[in-house]
């Protein structure tokens, strides 16, 4: 690798770790954000041509920007190594796409609206939340797996139980999983549902009251446990990058533990052997 190639690539990488570049990157998206949003108001119709100069110049600066930090890798291939750079790479280049003037200016202005999201790559606060949701997802299946069971379970007792007091709440199983999701969201339950069947069935509200402590607390409060797990442990894993933070320096006493224990097992062999 050259001399000129490696100063160079030395510039960039400092350039994209300076944090006024990073601010100015997370200001120009979310002025992207806000000109999306201008759009939908019929007044912005009178700066349309202005609004597309903008619209170009932060085109452009997302553009010299993405450059800059495959610039900054010493191998191009590094670069599209993590899921977050190829997701930023992806935004970019669909939004060079020129569809404004033709058919597809709802693709276009959609495209637009997607560069927020890069709002979420550029903060590592809010790519530890979404990393812990997508981990979470596949622990989360097996709870709403068992809270399907459960709708089943109540919505067959439910529909032949009140299907004489309203057909459109009850009147089969799938209506009644629909019913005891409102029941479950508390949206107008107890008015909508509740009072009208306990007039037919004094006893009902066991049934609707066993059901919610088991959806709205039990299942609700095990999805919150699975979610802050895996936030804990990613927050850990980002300690351990960044160097910082009580996981960081746990890691660094360990290994400055095991460093020791192998310094003391090199000095026991070298004393045995002297004394042999």
């Not at 379970?153 to 009644?176: C, K, P, T």
């Not at 095990?222 to 850990?236: A, F, P, R, S």
Request: charged share 20%; proline share 2%; aromatic share 14%.
């Amino acid at each position: 690798m050259s001399q000129p190639f490696t100063t160079w690539q030395a510039r960039f990488e400092r350039l994209r770790s300076n944090k006024i570049f990073e601010t100015c990157v997370i200001a120009i998206i979310i002025v992207s954000a806000l000109l999306v949003g201008a759009k939908t108001y019929e007044e912005a119709n009178r700066f349309e041509q202005v609004m597309r100069l903008f619209d170009m110049a932060v085109t452009g600066f997302f553009l010299i920007e993405i450059l800059i930090r495959m610039a900054a890798e010493k191998r191009l291939r590094d670069f599209f190594k993590k899921g977050w750079n190829i997701f930023d790479f992806v935004i970019v280049t669909a939004s060079l796409i020129p569809l404004e003037d033709s058919e597809m200016v709802l693709l276009a202005r959609l495209l637009r609206i997607f560069r927020v999201l890069r709002l979420v790559s550029m903060i590592p606060e809010l790519r530890m939340l979404v990393s812990a949701l997508f981990k979470s997802i596949p622990r989360m299946g097996y709870v709403a797996l068992l809270m399907f069971i459960i709708f089943y379970i109540y919505a067959a007792v439910g529909s032949f139980l009140f299907h004489d007091v309203d057909e459109s709440l009850w009147g089969n199983i799938s209506l009644a999983m629909l019913t005891l999701f409102q029941v479950a969201t508390f949206e107008s339950w107890a008015t909508a549902v509740l009072y009208p069947t306990m007039e037919h069935y004094g006893y009902s509200w066991i049934y609707f009251l066993s059901f919610i402590f088991l959806n709205a607390f039990i299942f609700l409060n095990m999805m919150i446990g699975i979610v802050l797990d895996v936030m804990q442990k990613e927050n850990t894993l980002m300690e351990l990058e960044s160097g910082e933070g009580e996981a960081a320096e746990l890691h660094g006493l360990r290994s400055d533990v095991r460093e020791l224990r192998d310094q003391l097992t090199r000095m026991e062999a070298l004393l045995q052997q002297r004394e042999r």
